[in-house]
RNA sequence: AAAGGCGGUCGGAUAGCUGCACGGCGGAAAGGAAAAUCCGUUUGUGAGGAAAGUCCGGGCUUCAAGAGGACAAAACACCAGAUAACGUCUGGCUGGAGCAAUCCAAGGGAAAGUGCCACAGAAAAAUACCGCCGGAAACCAUUUCCGGUAAGGCUGAAAAGGCGAGGUAAGAGCUCACCGCGAGGUUGGUAACAAUCUCGGCAAGGUAAACCCUGUUUGAAGCAAGACCAAGUUAGGGGUUUUCACGUGCGUUUACGCAAACGGAAUAGAUGGGGCGUUCUCUCCCCUCUCCAGAGGUAGGUCGCGAUGAGCCUUUCAGCAAUGGAAGGCCAAGAUGAAUAGCUAUCCCCCUUUUUAGGGGACAGAACCCGGCUUAUAGACUGCCUUUUUAG
RNA sequence: GCGCUCGUGGCGGAAUUGGUAGACGCGUAACGUUGAGGUCGUUAUGGGCUAAGCCCGUGAAAGUUCGAGUCUUUUCGAGCGCA
């Protein structure tokens, strides 16, 4: 896929907060199918909680996953899907190439269950994906 | 040199690679043109002293309102000045802390009125329990009654100026010296106030961060303010198709036909299809051609919004200072799920370690913009002042 | 952006107008009852020093007051409302 876009509206995120899950150390990454996307696009979106600090801490959190994501996107995001990248304790201070290998594991992990998902039912199938 | 006080400046630096936002430049398609969209470009810029808390004051915007005044509510309160304004700042006064430099103070009114002052104590704001003194009566070791007194008394945070002398039946500012207090005058000061002189003899406690009184200030809400554009929905209108159930018309006829007859209807009716109610049947409900488009303004978008502002820097003048005037120079973030990041190298600072080396670099992220206040803050540099010690 | 409320033992929650802080309930511990446990009853229970006793304690720091859980200011935390 060619294109990066940035999730901007509260639906999509609970939208992709219903989908699939998948926890690391430094992130946690949720994904769920887009509704209307172009074919060559995946969308990512950040969320930092109030939780995890002030406000400079949340925009390095934010930031950092960002350029993470802008790294290893394009070889390791399926198209036409939403993923959510959300931010815990450890993501503003861990090294950066942890967080990244950290990213890909999830990446592969939830693309994964999504292929295996698509393959044996059909797409109306499964809305409530039960592990 | 040590200890201390009051300020000021800074808030890691440089280079490279990969990326982000906005602006500039160039190009693309479309278009009358512009705006907007997409692509490229290393061409420019890119968080703070508090951006924070939202505690005050303004600009700006909308609403309200004759000017103005009053009530209510809230805030403030020694004096003078600064300022657009302020509850901010500067200088001074008074009181307190400190050897000092210096620091701290919501610092008007209790003689306008109301309330409160637990426990203790005779008594908490008005009085006489004990005591002291005098007189009278009873009775004769003392008791009772009347009067004077505020010297002494336990208590308490607080008990009718302090201390000494005179004075007295005992006492008392009753009188006197000193101190304190109050009133008036003089001098100095713009003033708060200070110094000094004269007089009064002492008025009857605290609390106003209890109600309150006096004086001053405040119209309300906030950029999600507000202005503009504007899908969908939709008043209304046009066109096409269908319908003869309705009115009129025509034909035949008394019940049908005619929409290449007209009007009206489209939320009248019929037929068909779809949706919903688990399944089937029935009933019921909703939807079912297209174009234009008023008003309103929703979703959404644009502006407000940053290169003109109580702006910043330098020099100079006035002023003790806050600050103000003049001259010269400069233009410096503008996002909206929200831009500054990631990595590498060198230098700087701190910690650990025998070296090599390893770890760390505070508080903290603009959201319409300014002036303050408050709070958080590793460390670095620097100016002035005070005290003590040593040397000359 | 504007505005409001609340912080008291381990937990919930009292404290009249400023006057001895921890009422009351839950919990915990010990003892009694029981063969054992539950229920029930009694006692104790904030922290420090061994007991009497003293000191410190109402989110934190200052202030007013003779005296603050209470009044005032600043601050920290939690929650709520409106646009």
Known sequence: MAKLLILKKRKDFVRAAKGL???TPSL???AAQSL???DDCCR???TAT???GKAHIRNRTKRRMRAAVRDVFYDNALSGTDYVLIGR???ATVD???LKSDLLYALSKINKMITEKKEPHSDEADLHPTD
């Open 44 to 46: 990512f979106g950040f």
């Open 96 to 98: 950066f190439m942890a």
């Open 28 to 30: 946690i990454l949720q």
């Open 89 to 91: 304790y450890k993501t």
């Open 36 to 38: 209307c996307v172009p």
């Open 50 to 52: 109030k939780k995890l």
């Open 21 to 23: 899950k998948v926890v």
